[in-house]
T-cell receptor, first 117, second 113 residues
């Protein structure tokens, strides 16, 4: 079984400032890692995912995340945020290679990012 | 462009009613999922289906059932709605396994009075 913890429920930040949204996971098997974003009144869409290889993953809208296996973390970063980045962000894991979970995702609790002018 | 659609954006029902939430995907995906989203709890998996007529319970199946008679359509059924089932319900689909992106519908906000 897997679990995901997002360490901050809300993150307020000023426009053009850097931001980091933190995510830690726990799993007894290898995992794939995902960040999804939910804009107001919309479904979730994929920001980025880590499957294997380079631990630094780049996604859409200037976001990136770094996989740290020893710390079981997958923190999301952006060097300069915009008002339009205001949304809720979800970290998620699924079973890695060889798994039989059919792509089931285990989500964290979500982090609401609010960008102020 | 990939698309997952849900039958209603907003739904209001009374306690004890039978409720059907429908989801359709146009990507020929094998796997489909129903989640509920509650503030502070993230998304929790209710049921999923990996093939037509095949289903498995997720983490919170109590009070729900599902039906998948056609590959593109996955229905969530609340046999007797209760107020604690007031929530946002999200449907998703994915092609095969864990490495694939899940594509989400816009959600149905269900209120049970």
């Amino acid at each position: 079984a897997q679990s995901v913890t997002q360490l901050d429920s809300q993150v307020p930040v000023f426009e053009e400032a850097p931001v980091e949204l933190r995510c830690n996971y726990s799993s007894s098997v290898s995992v794939y890692l995902f960040w999804y974003v939910q804009y107001p009144n919309q479904g979730l869409q994929l920001l980025l995912k880590y499957l294997s290889g380079s631990t630094l993953v780049k996604g859409i809208n200037g976001f990136e995340a770094e996989f740290n296996k020893s710390q079981t973390s997958f923190h999301l970063r952006k060097p300069s945020v915009h008002i339009s980045d205001t949304a809720e962000y979800f970290c998620a894991v699924s079973e890695g290679a060889g798994g039989t979970s059919y792509g089931k995702l285990t989500f964290g609790q979500g982090t609401i990012l609010t960008v102020h002018p | 462009d990939v698309k997952v659609t849900q039958s209603s954006r907003y739904l209001v029902k009374r306690t004890g009613e039978k409720v059907f939430l429908e989801c359709v995907q146009d990507m020929d995906h094998e796997n489909m999922f129903w989640y509920r989203q509650d503030p502070g709890l993230g998304l929790r998996l209710i049921y999923f289906s990996y093939d037509v007529k095949m289903k498995e319970k997720g983490d919170i199946p109590e009070g729900y059932s599902v039906s998948r008679e056609k590959k593109e359509r996955f229905s969530l059924i609340l046999e007797s709605a209760s107020t604690n089932q007031t929530s946002m319900y999200l449907c998703a689909s994915t092609a095969y396994g864990g490495a694939d992106t899940q594509y989400f519908g816009p959600g149905t906000r269900l209120t049970v009075l």
